[in-house]
């Protein structure tokens, strides 16, 4: 690994080092200070030029950024940064941001940068976010295992009057891209789930059959493109973990003043995320649930 550090410019903190080298590492991070202004632009180019350098075929190759997001030296905007990490992306070197501080953070900046590379976005607030990310689950997400992953979820009409995905507009591709490989798809790493999630109004009572789900992408080792499908089906009970999920995704549809939450109360939403609530992220979700009812006063 190597690390590069962006104040007013850029410069190189460590060179590329074997994390055999363990002492040498920690010698550097213990080095970090604040240090001006935030040109990340610069930062990124010198990260980006050590990667290349050090580029291993068969091997991990991603630059990593650590930010608030907020750039205000040299090229500050989204389309000026993304052409850079597009081509370097297209190069096989991958691209993780992972967003730090409160106040004026640029969420948007950093998904978009995450999304072009062809990489994952995170956002630390705890220490314990710090350690579930960096210590337990960030090996899986530098191990890519699917490049360009597209899914598509295909009702039948005549058993699904109508449906809504609840968020991901940012990643929608038209049903025309699907099978369009030119058209950019999502990564996956080794242990990456993802969850989305549907609102449908069934016909009658049906409960198997209600559609497809297809799931296209591409292998990077050895670029084939492969596809797999299949059928909907609602079970006979909901698992708790679903209904955790429901509960999340309600809350952030009274948050943003969805029309369909509009008859929906985050008290609701606190007493089921209560009672499916399980492990340490989880009771710190009803937590912070607790803290916006207080200050929405519900």
């Known amino acids: 690994m190597g690390i590069v550090v962006y104040g007013s410019e850029g410069r190189k903190l ?14 550097a991070i213990d080095q970090l200070v604040p240090e001006g202004s935030t040109n990340a632009e610069e930062g990124l180019k010198l990260g980006y030029e050590m990667a290349a350098e050090h580029f291993l075929r068969d091997g991990v190759n991603r ?8 750039a205000n030296v040299g090229n500050t905007s989204a389309e000026g940064i993304l052409p850079t990490i597009e081509r370097y992306a297209g190069e096989g070197i991958a691209f993780s941001t992972f967003g730090f501080g409160m106040g004026n953070y640029n969420d948007v900046l950093m998904e ?5 590379g062809n990489g994952s976005y995170s956002y630390i607030d705890t220490f314990s976010e710090a350690r579930q990310v960096f210590a337990e689950a960030l090996t899986g997400t530098l191990q890519t295992i699917a490049t360009d992953v597209k899914i598509q979820v295909e009702f039948d009409p005549g058993k699904v009057d109508r449906y809504r995905l609840l968020g991901y507009e940012n990643r929608d591709v038209r049903d025309e891209d699907f099978r369009n490989d030119r058209t950019d798809g999502g990564e996956i ?7 989305a999630l549907y609102e449908i109004k069934r016909k009658g009572e049906a409960r198997d059959g209600l559609g497809t789900v297809r799931v296209r992408y591409r292998d990077p080792d050895t670029g084939k493109t492969s596809e797999t499908a299949q059928p909907i089906a609602i079970g006979e009970h909901l698992s708790t973990e679903l209904k955790f999920l429901a509960a999340v995704a309600e809350c952030a549809e009274i948050l943003r003043g969805s029309y369909w939450a509009k008859d929906s109360s985050l008290a609701a939403v606190r007493e089921l995320a209560e009672a499916t609530a399980a492990g340490e992220e989880q009771l710190e979700f009803v937590r912070l649930l607790k803290d916006a009812a207080a200050i929405r006063g519900n």
């Open 112 to 116: 978009q940068l995450a999304d072009k």
């Open 14 to 27: 460590l060179e590329p080092t074997s994390a055999e080298n363990k002492e040498r590492i920690l010698a």
């Open 63 to 70: 630059v990593i950024l650590c930010s608030d997001g907020v």
């Open 189 to 195: 790493g080794a242990g990456h789930t993802v969850t």
